[in-house]
């Protein structure tokens, strides 16, 4: 099903590297591709979760639970360095797609050339930033072991060195993005997620030291950002012969990130905001009957944020060559996000107590499952506006979901915090749900602004979306497992049924049985 994601269209795999852009844009857009490239990217974002678990339980035994303690927090400041690219990595892949849906690739190297400056130097400030306050880090805020805080010191100075690289990637991440290279990402990303993960592996039988480990983590940082640049340069073979730098380029590329900055900085207080709420407000030893299941239900998200990435460059290309081809890659990215999504989450919202009994014990099935199934009704309705939201940003208006946020993060901040007073944690969950659906409707909303004739998607996505929570609801009546098991017995093949025959096309379905369609 995923492989159809995008469109039916018949058209040829994204050119070599030694092949001109401007041979390749007529392929940027075309079904097949995006297909291929929505499994690459998501085989590329599930693979760090199953080395990890592969590997964790080994460097826990190996480093003990002190030094591990010390190495994953290594591991999330890696993660959150590329704050320091302030949003300019995405929009490098914004306005390299817009050169190239505008057939302007000879601006295209001025644009790279100075993106990347603009990032390493922001980079260098956050290097700067990072070593002069180690120490305050490591002695005052965080609660390092005493007989760990020198290594830990020298190597949180390893990690500041990362930085430049780590927010450099990301920009030649975002130049790969832009021309449909989602195969060389996912098989760069798969072997620096093994390396950053069985690198400390390789340490161990010669030191436990966390500044050997660390060391270990920047070279694969270094080695990374090396590949993504030999990469980009077979990719576009013009940014080897022609490296200049352009002080106009300078001010969209700031605004742009900057709005995308906001989103980012923002959306984790939103995810997360509850379950500080729920320690405060309620007792700290019922989170786990919170998080457990958030958890769990937040890595479905993978799959609408897989489409969304691939889908963001295409948007960006589509949006100023050829909008009806935009509306066409939109609503089928919603099609098959929502074929995908609601039998998972419908399944999860039927056999929720029985689930979380098997998984987690009596206790948990007893008082989370309603926050279970209230969360994964959230998850249903954020899948639809991955795609949405992906549009209006490649769109140069990341200015409008930023001002969503700002303006949505008091407003649900005060609702989380009365509804958990009220309800306890059922309430954080029927909080969190009510924010997402609510963000669906008004990302839609901002679609009207984007198209020039009134787009419609409002009433689109909301129905797909209320029908969706209508029949989740459906699943929560059936008491015994029998029933349960009936139910979704009849309700899938149903669904499947009308999914197949109704919401797709008969070329889809074409498409889909691997058989030619009858057009180009």
Known sequence: MVYAIIGVDSVQQFVTGS?????????LTGGQLLAKNTLWNLLGQL??????????PFLVRGLGVARFGVLSLAWIVIGYFSFFDLGLGRALTKLTADKLGGRQEQAIPALVWTSLSLMLALGGIGCLATLALSRWLVYTVLKIPVDLRAETLRSFYLLALSIPLVTLTSGLRGILEALQRFRVLTLTRIPMSIFSFAGPLLVLPFSQSLVSVTAVLLLGRLIGCVVHLIACLRAMPALSSNIVLDRSVVKPVIKLGGWMTVSNVINPILVYLDRFVIGTLVSASVIAYYTAPFDALIRLTVIPAAVAGVLFPAFALSIGENPQRTHV???????????????ITLITVTLAPEGLRLWLGPSFARHGTSVLRWLAAGVFANSLAHAPFALVQSAGRPDLTAKLHLVELPVYMFAVWMLTKQLGIEGAAFAWTARLVLDTI????FLDRIFPAPSGYVVKVGSIMAVGLLLLFTGTLPTTLVMKLSFLSI???VFGLVGWLVLLSPEERMFLLRRKPEYS
């Open 19 to 27: 092949m001109s852009a401007t041979r390749s844009i007529p392929n």
């Open 47 to 56: 693979s760090p979760i199953g080395v990890a678990v592969i590997t964790i």
């Open 329 to 343: 890659l939109l609503f089928r990215s919603l099609k098959y996000v929502f074929l995908l999504m609601f039998p």
């Open 442 to 445: 008004v990302i839609c909303l």
């Open 491 to 493: 309700g899938l093949i």
